[in-house]
């Protein structure tokens, strides 16, 4: 008997008391393991329907998903980081639902942020890979990149996502409760709970979007001020960049100094060592090498080292380190997760066959129905079909050997990586997408050169073999977050699978149009382009491959040996090989976000204080990031019109840098007096 038929019988006023805990805060055995015998009871009785997927809450994810798209991918390419949109949709979600007065509007409001956080996961896979095609595109003109291959590619992949993690679901999300934090789903699921408190948690946000959106926008349109300041216009900062190859750059935008607070002191502090390393220390002794030396550990480099910049030394040698860490960092993970993948697989397999006993119980209960095993099975296979056809007639002109190998390449690796995206979601938060899809770019290179397709053709094909594995990691990824939230409230998760399916299909659209615009306003090639650092590395990588010219075999080793190194001391390696390979000037930015945060979470001895300032701090980072992205893209339409607002002696000029720096000391003084006026509650 459920405990609160106990409690109802001692009377109305218990009774009462008893429904209000039930909707303002989680159980008890919510984040820790259960005891043996001990069921976990979700918000929303498993016994009762409760109102999803209504025509409110699908219009409204829909629509989330548009706007987060459209911002996530300006800055992922801008910034080489995605930020998560699943917190800022939820609590837009609850802002909107309080603001209207629905009722019981719990199970609604978490599909407004399923369907709406594809975009965060569609954009990350898009953007990491295909963007390549412009970037090469320049070099090699006979290329051609369609719109219907870039939305194919993201759209597919993502399908391909859901499917291969629903047969893990009930591993992740059920057998391992307690085991795993699920860091942004426990945040994402704090917001969607307290719901008149995160309400209130509106209007920060919006404050917050407002002053990132107008920071970020008068820099991106009008010039006012410089994006970047540098060392070079300090006394004698140029002689140090041109002589000895040392150079201190950082982006002054609200957007990213958003980001650094949400990652945090710890991994900021560690991306911003890995960069360091490159920029202060590898470099500078790179300068001093001969060039038959530089010339071994990059054969595609035939220029002079003398008249090199720093940027060109970073982009030539030095971060083709990073990436041969980020590869290494994804066959660490692969093994690591090797009994998660055995354990998971025979999870699902008894599912497939029907189950016994228990398990008959548990699938029958709404809290814990998928869409059945036998239509996700018949899903799996119609969708690498679709892969299959896509190859087949719209990457690989009709080669069936050369479709046959991609299939099998992209299914294989897709599936294994499936557990390691999730395994690395549920502990950090953080799922390490880049440094499996550059393996992955690497082995299909290698196969399909292997297989007889080369030079330009093959760069297509390898490159839409890596975003549709790419896209579907990260939907991994992002969806076994947004099923562990459904999970601890009682949503029903294959409605939420269900969904799933059409937020992917417009995140996908979405991002096709974005790409096309930015590359046309901006270009991923040149000065003033984005910097889109995760696709220029995948460039790097796979040109050499597929032009028969020889890769930078030495310096991926190095990089490689640097992340085993790393990992036997404990220290996250693919956060380190991750600085090493972002621009210098992208990464300081998140150390100034994390120390923001750490100082504005220690000022006093209350713990419970320094948790509400970090949860304002949270809100206001959010704010920065959804404005300063959303405006920027707003920017680039703009540009994409043809109407040029840009004062563009000003802004290359010293003085321009000098007001940029005054202007990003007050954003953080604003940063810090809003979080810091907090008072506990």
């Given at each position: 008997m459920p405990i609160e038929i106990k409690f109802y019988l001692r009377g109305s006023k218990t009774k009462i008391m008893e429904e209000e805990k039930k909707i303002t805060g989680l159980p008890s055995n919510a984040f820790r393991e259960l005891e043996p015998g001990e069921v976990y009871q979700p918000l929303m009785p498993a016994d009762k329907k409760m109102p999803e997927a209504t025509p409110w809450s699908v219009i409204w994810g829909l629509l989330m998903a548009v706007l987060f798209s459209a911002a996530a991918a300006y800055l992922g390419l801008k910034v080489g980081q995605v930020f998560e949109a699943a917190i800022p949709i939820a609590i837009i979600a609850v802002g909107l639902s309080s603001a209207t007065k629905r009722k019981n509007a719990l199970g609604e409001n978490v599909i407004i942020q399923s369907i709406g956080a594809s975009s965060g996961v569609i954009v990350a896979g898009a953007i990491f890979t295909l963007p390549a095609l412009y970037i090469l595109q320049a070099k090699y003109p006979d290329m051609t990149v369609t719109f219907l291959q870039v939305f194919m590619s993201s759209l597919l992949g993502g399908i391909l996502g859901i499917l291969f993690l629903i047969p893990f679901r009930k591993y992740f999300v059920k057998e391992m409760h307690g085991k795993y934090p699920f860091p942004e789903a426990t945040a994402t699921t704090q917001v969607l709970v307290s719901g008149e408190k995160a309400g209130n948690q509106a209007k920060p946000l919006l404050i917050a979007g407002l002053v990132g959106g107008v920071f970020d926008f008068v820099v991106a349109t009008f010039g006012t001020w410089s994006e970047t300041f540098t060392s070079r216009v300090l006394p004698y900062g140029a002689e140090l960049a041109d002589k000895f190859k040392v150079v201190f750059k950082i982006n002054t935008g609200a957007a990213v100094l958003g980001l650094g607070y949400i990652v945090g002191l710890k991994y900021a502090a560690i991306i911003c060592a890995g960069s360091a390393l490159v920029w202060w220390i590898i470099v500078p002794?790179?300068?001093?090498?001969?060039?038959?030396?530089?010339?071994?550990?990059?054969?595609?480099?035939?220029?002079?080292?003398?008249?090199?910049?720093?940027?060109?030394?970073?982009?030539?040698?030095?971060?083709?380190?990073?990436?041969?860490?980020?590869?290494?960092?994804?066959?660490?993970?692969?093994?690591?997760?090797?009994?998660?993948?055995?354990?998971?697989?025979?999870?699902?397999?008894?599912?497939?066959?029907?189950?016994?006993?228990?398990?008959?119980?548990?699938?029958?209960?709404?809290?814990?129905?998928?869409?059945?095993?036998?239509?996700?099975?018949?899903?799996?296979?119609?969708?690498?079909?679709?892969?299959?056809?896509?190859?087949?007639?719209?990457?690989?002109?009709?080669?069936?050997?050369?479709?046959?190998?991609?299939?099998?390449?992209?299914?294989?690796?897709?599936?294994?990586?499936?557990?390691?995206?999730?395994?690395?979601?549920?502990?950090?938060?953080?799922?390490?997408?880049?440094?499996?899809?550059?393996?992955?770019?690497?082995?299909?290179?290698?196969?399909?050169?292997?297989?007889?397709?080369?030079?330009?053709?093959?760069?297509?094909?390898?490159?839409?073999?890596?975003?549709?594995?790419?896209?579907?990691?990260?939907?991994?990824?992002?969806?076994?977050?947004?099923?562990?939230?459904?999970?601890?409230?009682?949503?029903?998760?294959?409605?939420?699978?269900?969904?799933?399916?059409?937020?992917?299909?417009?995140?996908?659209?979405?991002?096709?149009?974005?790409?096309?615009?930015?590359?046309?306003?901006?270009?991923?090639?040149?000065?003033?382009?984005?910097?889109?650092?995760?696709?220029?590395?995948?460039?790097?990588?796979?040109?050499?491959?597929?032009?028969?010219?020889?890769?930078?075999?030495?310096?991926?080793?190095?990089?490689?040996?640097?992340?085993?190194?790393?990992?036997?001391?404990?220290?996250?390696?693919?956060?380190?090989?991750?600085?090493?390979?972002?621009?210098?000037?992208?990464?300081?930015?998140?150390?100034?976000?994390?120390?923001?945060?750490?100082?504005?979470?220690?000022?006093?001895?209350?713990?419970?204080?320094?948790?509400?300032?970090?949860?304002?701090?949270?809100?206001?980072?959010?704010?920065?990031?959804?404005?300063?992205?959303?405006?920027?893209?707003?920017?680039?339409?703009?540009?994409?019109?043809?109407?040029?607002?840009?004062?563009?002696?000003?802004?290359?000029?010293?003085?321009?840098?000098?007001?940029?720096?005054?202007?990003?000391?007050?954003?953080?003084?604003?940063?810090?007096?809003?979080?810091?006026?907090?008072?506990?509650?």
């Open positions: 002794v790179m300068a001093q090498l001969g060039d038959g030396t530089l010339q071994w550990l990059n054969p595609a480099v035939v220029d002079s080292v003398t008249g090199m910049s720093p940027e060109v030394l970073f982009k030539s040698f030095a971060r083709h380190i990073g990436i041969g860490g980020i590869a290494m960092a994804g066959i660490i993970g692969i093994f690591k997760s090797r009994k998660i993948i055995m354990d998971a697989v025979g999870l699902a397999s008894k599912e497939l066959k029907g189950g016994k006993g228990h398990g008959e119980v548990e699938i029958e209960l709404r809290t814990q129905r998928d869409i059945p095993m036998k239509i996700i099975v018949f899903g799996v296979v119609a969708a690498l079909l679709a892969v299959f056809a896509f190859f087949f007639f719209g990457v690989m002109e009709f080669n069936l050997l050369h479709a046959v190998v991609g299939i099998l390449v992209v299914g294989i690796i897709a599936f294994l990586f499936t557990t390691v995206a999730a395994n690395a979601i549920a502990i950090v938060g953080t799922n390490p997408v880049s440094g499996m899809t550059l393996m992955t770019l690497i082995l299909a290179s290698v196969i399909m050169v292997a297989v007889g397709l080369k030079g330009t053709g093959g760069i297509v094909s390898a490159l839409i073999m890596g975003g549709v594995v790419c896209t579907a990691l990260s939907m991994a990824g992002g969806f076994i977050t947004d099923l562990k939230i459904g999970y601890w409230l009682g949503s029903t998760p294959a409605t939420q699978e269900k969904w799933k399916f059409l937020g992917t299909l417009v995140s996908a659209a979405t991002v096709g149009g974005v790409l096309i615009i930015l590359n046309k306003t901006y270009g991923f090639t040149g000065n003033g382009a984005l910097v889109a650092p995760q696709a220029n590395a995948m460039a790097a990588v796979i040109d050499p491959l597929m032009s028969g010219t020889s890769a930078p075999w030495v310096l991926y080793g190095l990089g490689a040996l640097l992340s085993l190194v790393l990992t036997f001391f404990r220290i996250p390696a693919l956060a380190f090989a991750l600085g090493m390979f972002i621009p210098l000037d992208l990464n300081l930015p998140l150390l100034v976000g994390g120390l923001i945060q750490w100082y504005v979470t220690s000022r006093t001895k209350d713990k419970a204080l320094n948790e509400e300032r970090g949860e304002l701090g949270t809100l206001i980072a959010s704010g920065f990031i959804a404005g300063g992205a959303l405006m920027g893209v707003v920017s680039a339409a703009i540009r994409f019109t043809g109407v040029n607002l840009m004062q563009t002696e000003w802004v290359e000029s010293n003085g321009a840098q000098w007001v940029s720096l005054a202007a990003y000391a007050l954003l953080i003084c604003f940063f810090v007096w809003q979080t810091l006026m907090k008072k506990k509650n």
